[in-house]
């Protein structure tokens, strides 16, 4: 299966991606997942993408693409197919992966657009809880952890990302408007996109996603 999830912040786009890791082995490419750990490995590519993400702005195409890139032309991508979350972003990184699936003979299968209202994705974020360790994603009302402050999973502590806050939020928002929106309309051009409504529970929002990509 190979596999993008587009989507505003808070949708519901890394959680899908664990349920489709977990259920069908596909390898999640989370753009989002991988700058953090630069950032807490603090290698020079983390400390240039920690001045973007924590004012919720785009890390540089030209970086993003690279280490992308680098990520998808893995053996174990190619065998077991992929699901990128958060990538691409742009018209510029959906083309270039489009040149790197070209090179590697391994087409799309679909384009999810996971889609929710803004308030909903205010009090998604406003209660998001997620693992130092393992990257399980937690939410203080909808999907609370056990033991407060410990994985369920890995017994490892949990913390708050600092791009959560209220105004970053509003920020990410409009960087998706104005950047990723349109990349939804790219791919709805070349008959790729489908749409979901992620309002629905997120066992609702899998079903339909495997359910759309096997029809
Ligand atoms: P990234 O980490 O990708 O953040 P994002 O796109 O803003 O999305 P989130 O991770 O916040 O939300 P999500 O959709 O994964 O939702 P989740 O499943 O956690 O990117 C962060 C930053 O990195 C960017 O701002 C940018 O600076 C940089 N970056 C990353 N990629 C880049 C790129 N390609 N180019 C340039 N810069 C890039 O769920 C949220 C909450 O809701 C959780 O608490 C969860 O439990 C809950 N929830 C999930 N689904 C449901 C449901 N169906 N019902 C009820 N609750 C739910
Ligand atoms: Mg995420």
Known sequence: MRLILIGPPGVGKGTQAALLESR?????????????????????????????????????NGVT???????????????????????????RQAEALEEILDEMGMPLDKVVSIEVDDEVVLSRLAGRIGCTKCGEIYHSVNKPPKREGICD???????????????TILERLRVFRENTAPVRDYYREKGLLQVVDGRHEPEEVYQEIVAGVEA
């Open 153 to 167: 999973k890995c017994n490892s502590p949990l913390f708050v990302r600092t791009d959560d806050q209220p105004e």
């Open 24 to 60: 069908l082995g596909v390898k999640p490419l989370s753009s989002g997942v991988i700058f953090r750990a630069e950032i807490e490995a603090e290698t020079d590519l983390g400390r240039l993408a920690k001045r973007y993400i924590e004012h919720g702005e785009l890390v540089p």
């Open 65 to 91: 693409i690279e280490m992308m890139a680098k990520r998808i032309r893995r053996d174990e991508v190619r065998k077991h197919g992929f699901v990128l979350d958060g990538f691409p972003r742009t018209i």
